[in-house]
């Protein structure tokens, strides 16, 4: 390859390492509102969630968590780690989404509309993949040479 020419797998080495980045300060932001602004959070929390202002705060520390073991250089096993956790996260977290739905689709001018959960659902499932796949959890898929 010519020098200055990026190959395919230096692209996708590229497009993983900005994806991480990018998730990393999302998690992190989303950490940072669970712990200075829980309101939103507590009110989305499910009723059978016990001790819900605590659990809001661990899920905040959870994320903080799980974003700096996504962004630190030193240790594949620990950015795996923070990408299991943040996978696991997300799944937890999914009770949430659903009943955010549900209180919000019950009001009188239907809340935030379909427009905004039924996209948030489907993303769901891509968070907890991109989370694996960033922090290199998933196997690696290798190519086939026979064509």
């Known amino acids: 390859m010519p020098p200055g020419m990026i190959g ?3 692209r ?9 980045v990018v998730l990393a300060l999302l998690y992190g932001a989303a950490g940072v509102l669970h712990i200075l602004l829980p309101g939103p959070f ?6 059978w969630v016990p001790f819900p202002e605590t659990t809001i705060l661990l899920t905040g520390l959870a994320e903080l968590a ?21 996978a696991a996260y997300a799944l937890c977290v999914f ?12 009001k009188p001018d239907g ?6 959960h ?5 993303l769901q499932p891509l968070l907890i993949w ?14 086939s040479t026979l064509l």
């Open 95 to 106: 009770p949430a989404n659903i009943n955010h739905f549900v209180l919000d689709m019950a």
């Open 111 to 116: 809340g935030l509309g379909l427009g905004y």
């Open 8 to 10: 395919e797998r230096d």
């Open 42 to 47: 507590l009110g989305i929390t499910p009723r």
């Open 66 to 86: 799980g974003a700096a073991a996504l962004l630190q250089p030193w240790s594949r096993r620990l950015r795996v780690a923070g990408g299991w956790g943040l």
């Open 12 to 20: 996708y080495v590229r497009l993983r390492t900005v994806s991480r």
């Open 118 to 122: 039924v996209p948030r659902m489907l």
């Open 130 to 143: 991109l989370a694996l796949w960033v922090s290199g959890a998933l196997p690696r898929r290798r190519r």
